[in-house]
């Protein structure tokens, strides 16, 4: 496959952005480029990203709750004086218990079941973001890159017809050229310099956009990257089943949507044991004076069970299990829209392979010298500026075409990497 960096090999994003007042390339002016690739922008997004943060944090609190959900009930002090009095005559007691609830209906264990998945769950949704932002990175590298060479081209046949535009006047002074073709001719100028600077504000909105997610938007350095990856990966070896197979069963977001759907079967599990009632047991020591004077002790045992006559906990129950299904329904929508992605991503995918083989054999350094050989034939007169336009229309547009679908075959490219989990590029 033709590499997008040919006929120049470096991806230089900064080149010739002095054109554009304003623009990123006026802020790198005199400052010395420094070459980021795919590798390193990625890398410096994942560690940037707030969202990440964000996500490592969840991962911290749900692993707070999982140690929390495994701790013991802590028993109960209770202390208590007792003062009796008959015909002058008072006694007192003084009780001192310790009261411990007997978990032996599995709840804690449940707990902790739903607890850990819940834990596993979000460090699942941690890769996922992880997942995503690579994937985002990549687009958005590959977009910049594509708009760079976008705003090249525009940029070429701007002076191109520049040039073309004091030739024109030479020879309308000369009585060569009609006063229709000169003008048919400027017109054509005005609107590619209107393309080149479209092509610029699109390739500055690319670039700016690749910086937030790099966290560089708000550095010194914002203006003085070059992109230096070409991102031709190699043809995918595996064929559509396998990839579909790979991203069900390593997908992260499916993942963490299975491993939700098995905490709300802990927690279904856990609101059913909540009806049974948990007993706590007592124990203590008792001390009595007497109004005699005299003093009994002794220990004291105790149970108590709390009644379920108002609350059976059904409601509970039911809401628990009606979650259940709901993540179980979820898990099977996740399953159905990662086959569909995977499937739309490498039809694209290989279409946008066989289209870029097709166009990439027509350009190249062969394309480039037709166009620079129109061009001095149009200088010499030997061809109509009708003939002139044509050529110049045609590398334009068939250039920009194949950065276009490039960057698009790059982005595919990323979502198949996204959804299966492996390393593409």
Known sequence: MRMLSRPRASCVLAA????????????????????????????????????LRAGRHAVAAAAGRERQAAAFPNPTLTYGREKTSRSGETSFQD???????????????????????????AEARLAGTAARIDYEVARSYATAVAAERSARLADDAAMAFGQAVRTSQARLAGGDVSGYQHRRLTLEAARYAALRLEAQVARDSAMRTLLWLVGLADSGTAGALALTDSLTPAPLALPIDSLIAQALARRAELRAAELEAQAGAAEARLAGAERIPVPVVSGGYKHERLATGEALGGFVAGVSLPLPLWDRRGGAVAAARAEAARRDAVVEVLRRQTEREVRTAFEAHQALAAQLDALGSQLGDNAL??????????????????????????????????ASLWAEYIGRRAALERATGASLF
């Open 95 to 121: 009780i001192v218990s310790l009261d411990q609830p007997l978990d032996f209906t599995g709840q804690r264990g449940a707990r902790r079941d739903a607890a850990g998945l819940a834990r596993h769950a």
């Open 369 to 402: 010298k037709a166009r620079h050989a129109a061009a001095v034939a149009y200088g010499e007169g030997e061809i109509t500026l009708l003939e002139w336009l044509d050529a110049v229309r045609a590398y334009q547009e068939a250039e920009t075409t194949y």
């Open 16 to 51: 010739a952005l002095w054109l554009l007042p304003g623009s990123l390339g006026a802020q790198a002016a005199g400052q010395a480029l420094r070459p980021i690739g795919l590798a390193e922008a990625r890398a410096l997004a994942q560690q940037r990203s707030p969202e």
